[in-house]
């Protein structure tokens, strides 16, 4: 089992950045990969952007490509996501996700979640 802990989020102005971290602990931070996902309220959880165990791959969510951009620290057992350019639609609580396996990309891929942390985007 993986143990997840978000760090980075809270309120910024529309267009402004905010970067979230996410320190990992209880398996080997290198063998699985990451995710981070959003849940609006009334809304269900979605899916926004994953990284594979190396850091090679990326996927991301259309309606923040070319705005986040999600890497992984090995040595530090950390996964980020730099969101630039944000929206007030993109206010939720930010999750982060380890992974079953080396790459993971839909909810049903990830075994392990952090408690959630708060990014509001005003107008």
């Known amino acids: 089992q993986v143990q997840l802990v978000e760090s980075g989020g809270g309120l910024v102005q529309a267009g402004g950045s905010l970067r979230l971290s996410c320190a990992a602990s209880?398996?080997?931070?290198?063998?699985?990969?990451m995710g981070w996902f959003r849940q609006a309220p009334g809304k269900q959880r979605e899916f926004v952007a994953s990284i594979s165990s190396s850091g090679s791959s990326t996927h991301y969510t259309d309606s923040v490509k070319g705005r986040f951009t999600i890497s992984r620290d090995n040595a530090k057992n950390t996964v980020y996501l730099q969101m630039n350019s944000l929206k007030p639609e993109d206010t939720a609580i930010y999750y982060c996700?380890?992974?079953?396996?080396?790459?993971?990309?839909?909810?049903?891929?990830?075994?392990?979640w952090g408690q959630g942390i708060q990014v509001t985007v005003s107008s």
């Open positions: 996700a380890a992974a079953r396996t080396a790459y993971g990309a839909t909810y049903g891929s990830f075994g392990s």
């Open positions: 209880g398996r080997t931070f290198s063998s699985y990969g």
